[in-house]
């Protein structure tokens, strides 16, 4: 039995997962009916596996956004099974093709999607990324989620530049039932340092922190992030505990251009990943592992406030091949 075949037979066997599992689902659905279907329509092309075969898989894999250097490796890996089991018709490659993409994610590495969580006192998020990408509505959602886990939430308001982010910020507090510190034309820095010491003398558990995100000022934004990574330093040795990049899935591999350039300026520990649902693309999560390696810890599949899920590879391949 191969990989997909056990996860097939868990997912549909185990209650507790099924809702996990339909969210995965749908939220793969762009993904699997444009990859899938193409790679179904190849092997009804190609019943023998042929060097023209490998040409045309390779193609609907680079489509995929899973990225060049990680489709040239995978094609090279099922080139040589291939070979090493004798395998000739292309039907039997299917469940090679999945086992190979889980193990490309694996890789042998700890890739942990659990959020770090402080020992002592409050645990402080940062959260990182371009203009536009969701990360006022992700903190939103992670403080929803959070609350329902019983933790005590405090939202802080540090992108005081964009027009409305602060409105934006409060609204989702409101939802959310987290207090939220903000001030207007403030320095983010002075923002931040006012919002962990209120969470220290209040006694709150997690710390969400907004930011500006103007990449294409880089020298700017390098300044603002490291005053903001000491400020908070100073406070709570060790913190933030988790900077997470939050990337949208819709513009592929310019995410992954934004991510790296991130990297540059500061400690990524994750990746947020939303609209997953929205694209079509969904390989963009095997291009963050192989050109970043972050783990993602969430990712978004749909509009609602429980759409935004941890990240699990196991039923992200699920979702990914459950038609072929």
Sequence with gaps: MGLFDKFKSIFTSNKNEQEEVEIYDK??????????????????????????????????????????????????????????????????????????????YVDNSIMV???????????????????????????????HRLRGEGKKTLLVA??????????????????????????????PASVIYDGVEKAIKEDYDVVLIDTAGRLQNKTNLMGELEKI?????????????????????TTGQNGISQAQEFKKITNITGIVLTKLDGTAKGGIVLAIKEKLDIPVKFVGMGEKEEDLRTFDIEKYIYGLFKDM
């Design 27 to 104: 939220g793969l659905e762009k993904t699997r009916k444009e990859f899938v279907s193409k790679i179904s329509l190849l092997n009804m092309k190609y019943t023998k596996i042929s060097p023209e075969y490998f040409e045309e898989l390779e193609e609907i894999l680079i489509m995929a956004d899973i990225g060049v250097n990680t489709v040239m490796d995978f094609i090279d890996r099922l080139k040589k099974r291939v070979k090493r089991e004798n395998i000739e018709d292309s039907e039997d490659l299917k469940e090679i093709i999945v086992d190979e993409m889980f193990i490309i």
């Design 158 to 187: 540090g992108d005081t530049f964009r027009a409305g982010a602060i409105e934006q910020i409060i609204e989702w507090g409101e939802r959310t039932d987290s207090p939220v510190v903000y001030k207007e034309d403030a320095e």
């Design 229 to 249: 990574n000491k400020v908070i330093g100073k406070i709570i040795p060790e913190a933030p505990h988790e900077t997470l990049l939050v990337v949208d899935a």
């Design 113 to 143: 999607n659990k959020i770090k969580y402080a020992e002592n006192g409050p645990t402080v998020i940062l959260f990182v990324g371009v203009n536009g990408v969701g990360k006022t509505t992700t903190i939103g959602k992670i403080a």
